[in-house]
């Protein structure tokens, strides 16, 4: 192959461009990753991370009654907010580092600059011709807008917008409560923001099993901040103080004020200006139209991440990467074609990091039921859970939905503490088809948040010990 | 496209080679006079260098297996591309019927499975587990399906519930994935009972002097007659009942044949115990029916069958199969027609019925005749019976059958 440049060039350095390049590596192909911004993309740089740091920072924040419990006297009036945003950005900054030690550490060729399609071997960065026996597209998506409230990221604000806030609203008007709605809504209310948040949908975190969600509104509704569901937004008035949000819920209208306005319904890929048209790979709605190992139309194009039809994470995009590029290396000789062709829905973890987290895979309950599927449902509460007693976190719980035949996991949904770590136990078992019985004969150290997955498991053999 | 890679002649007079080492692993790219794997021939071990390119999709011969010239060794194609239907084809069929008789018994000595059909030949080989999820397990259990026949297509072969719920017996037989024998090399421990057959029949055969009888016996008499006694009966009798009550009678008139060698004396028996041998999935095992000179074949009948009911159900207590006087072996369902049996002390002989066969006849009268001729062999026990006595009796039998009114006399 050596009519080209590399054995395989990624455009796009986020975690699914990066993560292909280093496996890619590992298989012994020549890679270079085409960057036009910093390595680490979206997750790295105004996602992902600087937003764990920011929570981090308001968990800190959050812990001062504790302190002051202890007797500690704690002064929380100097709060600079700035101070947290500076952490935010140190943390995007370390990550970007790591990434750009593992693409040397890997000898990955990094190009900065914006890539096109301009042959299906072929890619053009600003002006410079690249080729590659292939070419992977891992360009990421961005935030959705909507119409009538376009990001001027001063006043409405996308989730890059927030993370460069360096001030404190007074308040904050939140549109969506996703994921990236509900972890904003828990920085701004901990460091004190009058929070409310609108969605359309009949309840909050409308992805989530409807008891975790639950369980996350009862405490963001402790802290303060307002839900308005099933309550649809109109039209946006802009002005020096901040915004006017018209809203309609139940056929009655009426008006929200904030200062800010954090527009958070969604990404889009980021398919246009790529040369896609032009090479005619195929595209759905904006998608690009893959087959198994995420191959494109064009044989020599693979597709992974934000751009491709399923789920827009970051660890989605890095597991895709990891399938295409073992394809493409099983194609040059180099190594087995990957076990998995693409991922499974039923086996993608999601994760909210607001305090208490959910997280959760598979079936929720009130999509289960929709569809008809035969299942049953056991919940374990934290407040069972010594070790959850120990430390104050008694709010939570872990939900096991099995198939009542045969057990099979069909799906798990955990809300509290530490609930996007302990996820994964269950998660393995779905994914290896173990049974509960297997979690639940299975010693788990005492007194761990873990053992709240164990006695779930017994829960739907039907045998949990504390409760 | 998949390829086969077969045997070359890598000397002029080779027509056979073991693999000794291969050079390249499934998943491994072979390029053209790249050396694929090493043989040993009639004259030297040789290096196999490839006139095909690809990947190596499937390895057909393991290290070790001999291949002729011609035969599939492995085979080459694109990277994921399905080397099964190839594999499939270079295989030797592998006729799946079962020779065991009838059911699978709980008492069977435990055996590993065979080998797991599996994608990956090369995992097969080598494990003789078989590795499923728990979840496959379940669901297996539940449809009553073996996971040791479901081929795998898992992480390393393992069975998924995938694999079980889209599994049907008949398209494996199909797709008889890779060339893995009927046959294993298992060491199966010997049961108690195995032992027990061993040990008496070689102690039978090796100490008692046989010596074998054959005749021919003429059922077409015999046959009729049971076939108007069953018009009428809801149960049919079935032909052994009559045939023990015969033997019965004809023991009753040759004592020599109701005895046992005790070595300083022989040890007549009063009481006519006829056994019969049955086939157990591990072995088999002769119920006796007792006293049957005294014992019509309606009682001889049911006797029998409760008997052959609890042999086949692992149900018989020593009493009920112990201490035979006689006994018969038939193999006749089986079609063999003739066929020498081992004498089951403390018997002195045993009687092998073969099957019966229509057969020409010369009569009296020169005229060919179609006969139903059944074969049987009387095996005597030397020591205690005398070839003419041996010969005397079985014609008794034979005349009882052909002309049950002697039966009278």
Same mark, same amino acid.
């Given at each position: 192959?050596?009519?080209?440049?590399?054995?395989?060039?990624?455009?796009?350095?986020?975690?699914?461009?990066?993560?292909?390049?280093?496996?890619?590596?590992?298989?012994?192909?020549?890679?270079?990753?085409?960057?036009?911004?910093?390595?680490?993309?979206?997750?790295?740089?105004?996602?992902?991370?600087?937003?764990?740091?920011?929570?981090?920072?308001?968990?800190?924040?959050?812990?001062?009654?504790?302190?002051?419990?202890?007797?500690?006297?704690?002064?929380?009036?100097?709060?600079?907010?700035?101070?947290?945003?500076?952490?935010?950005?140190?943390?995007?900054?370390?990550?970007?580092?790591?990434?750009?030690?593992?693409?040397?550490?890997?000898?990955?060729?990094?190009?900065?600059?914006?890539?096109?399609?301009?042959?299906?071997?072929?890619?053009?960065?600003?002006?410079?011709?690249?080729?590659?026996?292939?070419?992977?597209?891992?360009?990421?998506?961005?935030?959705?807008?909507?119409?009538?409230?376009?990001?001027?990221?001063?006043?409405?604000?996308?989730?890059?917008?927030?993370?460069?806030?360096?001030?404190?609203?007074?308040?904050?008007?939140?549109?969506?409560?996703?994921?990236?709605?509900?972890?904003?809504?828990?920085?701004?209310?901990?460091?004190?923001?009058?929070?409310?948040?609108?969605?359309?949908?009949?309840?909050?975190?409308?992805?989530?099993?409807?008891?975790?969600?639950?369980?996350?509104?009862?405490?963001?509704?402790?802290?303060?901040?307002?839900?308005?569901?099933?309550?649809?937004?109109?039209?946006?008035?802009?002005?020096?103080?901040?915004?006017?949000?018209?809203?309609?819920?139940? =056929? @009655?209208?009426?008006?929200?004020?904030?200062?800010?306005? +954090? /527009?958070? $319904?969604?990404?889009? *890929?980021? &398919?246009?200006?790529?040369?896609?048209?032009?090479?005619?790979?195929?595209?759905?709605?904006?998608?690009?139209?893959?087959?198994?190992?995420?191959?494109?139309?064009?044989?020599?194009?693979?597709?992974?991440?934000?751009?491709?039809?399923?789920?827009?994470?970051?660890?989605?995009?890095?597991?895709?990467?990891?399938?295409?590029?073992?394809?493409?290396?099983?194609?040059?000789?180099?190594?087995?074609?990957?076990?998995?062709?693409?991922?499974?829905?039923?086996?993608?973890?999601?994760?909210?990091?607001?305090?208490?987290?959910?997280?959760?895979?598979?079936?929720?309950?009130?999509?289960?039921?929709?569809?008809?599927?035969?299942?049953?449902?056991?919940?374990?509460?934290?407040?069972?859970? =010594? @070790?959850?007693?120990?430390?104050?976190?008694?709010?939570? +719980? /872990?939900? $096991?939905?099995?198939? *009542?035949? &045969?057990?099979?996991?069909?799906?798990?949904?955990?809300?509290?503490?530490?609930?996007?770590?302990?996820?994964?136990?269950?998660?393995?078992?779905?994914?290896?088809?173990?049974?509960?019985?297997?979690?639940?004969?299975?010693?788990?150290?005492?007194?761990?948040?873990?053992?709240?997955?164990?006695?779930?498991?017994?829960?739907?053999?039907?045998?949990?010990?504390?409760? | 496209?998949?390829?086969?890679?077969?045997?070359?002649?890598?000397?002029?007079?080779?027509?056979?080679?073991?693999?000794?080492?291969?050079?390249?692993?499934?998943?491994?790219?072979?390029?053209?006079?790249?050396?694929?794997?090493?043989?040993?021939?009639?004259?030297?071990?040789?290096?196999?260098?490839?006139?095909?390119?690809?990947?190596?999709?499937?390895?057909?011969?393991?290290?070790?297996?001999?291949?002729?010239?011609?035969?599939?060794?492995?085979?080459?194609?694109?990277?994921?591309?399905?080397?099964?239907?190839?594999?499939?084809?270079?295989?030797?069929?592998?006729?799946?019927?079962?020779?065991?008789?009838?059911?699978?018994?709980?008492?069977?000595?435990?055996?590993?499975?065979?080998?797991?059909?599996?994608?990956?030949?090369?995992?097969?080989?080598?494990?003789?587990?078989?590795?499923?999820?728990?979840?496959?397990?379940?669901?297996?259990?539940?449809?009553?399906?073996?996971?040791?026949?479901?081929?795998?297509?898992?992480?390393?072969?393992?069975?998924?519930?995938?694999?079980?719920?889209?599994?049907?017996?008949?398209?494996?037989?199909?797709?008889?994935?890779?060339?893995?024998?009927?046959?294993?090399?298992?060491?199966?421990?010997?049961?108690?009972?195995?032992?027990?057959?061993?040990?008496?029949?070689?102690?039978?055969?090796?100490?008692?002097?046989?010596?074998?009888?054959?005749?021919?016996?003429?059922?077409?008499?015999?046959?009729?007659?049971?076939?108007?006694?069953?018009?009428?009966?809801?149960?049919?009798?079935?032909?052994?009942?009559?045939?023990?009550?015969?033997?019965?009678?004809?023991?009753?008139?040759?004592?020599?044949?109701?005895?046992?060698?005790?070595?300083?004396?022989?040890?007549?028996?009063?009481?006519?115990?006829?056994?019969?041998?049955?086939?157990?999935?591990?072995?088999?095992?002769?119920?006796?029916?007792?006293?049957?000179?005294?014992?019509?074949?309606?009682?001889?009948?049911?006797?029998?069958?409760?008997?052959?009911?609890?042999?086949?159900?692992?149900?018989?207590?020593?009493?009920?199969?112990?201490?035979?006087?006689?006994?018969?072996?038939?193999?006749?369902?089986?079609?063999?027609?003739?066929?020498?049996?081992?004498?089951?002390?403390?018997?002195?002989?045993?009687?092998?019925?073969?099957?019966?066969?229509?057969?020409?006849?010369?009569?009296?009268?020169?005229?060919?005749?179609?006969?139903?001729?059944?074969?049987?062999?009387?095996?005597?026990?030397?020591?205690?019976?005398?070839?003419?006595?041996?010969?005397?009796?079985?014609?008794?039998?034979?005349?009882?059958?052909?002309?049950?009114?002697?039966?009278?006399?």
């Amino acid at each position: 192959m050596a009519e080209y440049a590399y054995d395989v060039v990624i455009i796009g350095g986020g975690p699914g461009g990066y993560v292909a390049a280093v496996r890619a590596s590992q298989l012994g192909l020549k890679v270079a990753v085409v960057e036009k911004d910093k390595l680490g993309g979206v997750c790295g740089n105004w996602g992902c991370i600087p937003s764990k740091a920011l929570i981090n920072q308001a968990e800190y924040f959050h812990a001062i009654p504790a302190l002051q419990n202890l007797g500690i006297k704690v002064d929380a009036s100097g709060l600079d907010y700035a101070k947290a945003y500076q952490k935010s950005r140190e943390a995007a900054e370390r990550s970007g580092k790591g990434v750009q030690f593992l693409m040397k550490k890997n000898k990955v060729e990094v190009i900065s600059g914006t890539a096109t399609l301009t042959g299906p071997h072929e890619a053009t960065v600003d002006g410079k011709k690249v080729t590659a026996a292939y070419v992977v597209l891992a360009t990421g998506s961005r935030p959705r807008q909507i119409p009538g409230f376009e990001f001027d990221e001063k006043t409405v604000l996308s989730s890059t917008g927030i993370l460069s806030l360096q001030n404190l609203p007074k308040s904050l008007l939140i549109l969506g409560s996703g994921a990236i709605g509900m972890e904003f809504a828990f920085v701004m209310s901990t460091f004190g923001v009058e929070v409310t948040v609108v969605e359309m949908l009949p309840r909050i975190l409308p992805v989530e099993d409807p008891d975790t969600a639950a369980v996350v509104e009862k405490a963001f509704v402790k802290r303060g901040v307002k839900f308005l569901t099933a309550t649809k937004a109109l039209t946006l008035k802009t002005s020096a103080t901040g915004v006017e949000v018209e809203v309609e819920r139940a =056929g @009655k209208k009426e008006t929200l004020k904030a200062e800010k306005l +954090l /527009v958070a $319904v969604g990404r889009v *890929p980021n &398919t246009d200006n790529l040369g896609l048209d032009k090479l005619g790979v195929a595209l759905d709605r904006g998608f690009v139209t893959v087959k198994d190992f995420y191959q494109t139309s064009i044989p020599s194009v693979f597709a992974i991440g934000d751009i491709v039809p399923s789920p827009l994470l970051a660890h989605v995009a890095s597991k895709e990467g990891e399938i295409a590029v073992e394809y493409i290396a099983s194609l040059m000789g180099k190594g087995k074609a990957p076990h998995e062709k693409k991922l499974d829905a039923n086996l993608i973890p999601g994760a909210t990091y607001c305090e208490p987290q959910i997280a959760s895979f598979g079936w929720a309950e009130d999509k289960a039921k929709e569809k008809g599927l035969a299942y049953k449902a056991y919940s374990f509460p934290y407040n069972g859970n =010594g @070790k959850a007693s120990a430390i104050e976190r008694p709010d939570g +719980l /872990v939900k $096991v939905l099995f198939d *009542p035949k &045969t057990h099979e996991i069909l799906g798990a949904h955990v809300a509290g503490y530490n609930a996007t770590e302990i996820l994964h136990e269950l998660l393995l078992a779905k994914k290896a088809e173990l049974l509960p019985e297997d979690i639940a004969t299975m010693v788990h150290a005492h007194p761990t948040i873990s053992e709240s997955v164990m006695e779930a498991a017994r829960g739907v053999e039907g045998w949990a010990i504390h409760i | 496209m998949a390829e086969k890679v077969f045997m070359i002649a890598l000397s002029p007079t080779m027509e056979e080679g073991a693999i000794l080492k291969w050079r390249k692993k499934v998943g491994d790219a072979v390029k053209m006079d790249d050396i694929l794997c090493d043989v040993e021939t009639d004259k030297a071990s040789m290096e196999y260098v490839s006139s095909q390119e690809g990947v190596i999709l499937a390895i057909v011969k393991e290290v070790g297996a001999s291949a002729k010239v011609g035969d599939t060794i492995a085979v080459i194609g694109e990277a994921g591309e399905d080397p099964t239907p190839l594999i499939a084809e270079s295989a030797p069929s592998t006729p799946k019927a079962a020779p065991a008789p009838s059911t699978a018994s709980t008492a069977t000595p435990a055996t590993a499975p065979a080998s797991t059909p599996s994608t990956s030949i090369a995992d097969t080989a080598t494990s003789g587990r078989t590795k499923s999820s728990p979840l496959a397990r379940r669901i297996a259990a539940e449809k009553g399906l073996n996971v040791a026949e479901i081929p795998g297509s898992g992480p390393g072969g393992r069975v998924v519930k995938a694999d079980v719920e889209g599994y049907t017996p008949a398209t494996t037989v199909k797709s008889s994935v890779p060339a893995s024998s009927p046959l294993n090399n298992d060491r199966i421990p010997v049961s108690r009972k195995r032992g027990t057959i061993a040990k008496r029949l070689s102690e039978s055969l090796f100490t008692a002097p046989h010596f074998f009888l054959t005749l021919g016996i003429e059922m077409d008499g015999l046959l009729t007659a049971r076939e108007k006694l069953n018009e009428k009966r809801k149960d049919k009798l079935g032909l052994n009942a009559f045939l023990i009550k015969f033997l019965a009678e004809a023991l009753k008139r040759h004592q020599a044949l109701n005895a046992s060698w005790e070595g300083d004396y022989i040890q007549n028996h009063a009481s006519v115990d006829i056994a019969i041998a049955v086939a157990q999935p591990d072995g088999l095992i002769t119920p006796v029916v007792r006293d049957c000179g005294s014992k019509g074949v309606l009682q001889i009948e049911t006797e029998l069958r409760d008997l052959i009911d609890r042999a086949r159900n692992n149900q018989l207590k020593p009493d009920d199969y112990s201490g035979a006087t006689f006994t018969i072996s038939n193999l006749g369902s089986f079609g063999i027609e003739e066929f020498t049996a081992i004498i089951n002390p403390p018997g002195a002989a045993i009687l092998a019925l073969g099957a019966t066969v229509k057969t020409p006849v010369v009569a009296d009268d020169d005229s060919i005749v179609i006969k139903k001729i059944m074969k049987v062999t009387l095996s005597c026990d030397h020591r205690v019976i005398d070839g003419a006595v041996g010969a005397a009796f079985l014609t008794e039998f034979k005349g009882m059958v052909e002309d049950p009114y002697r039966v009278l006399l």
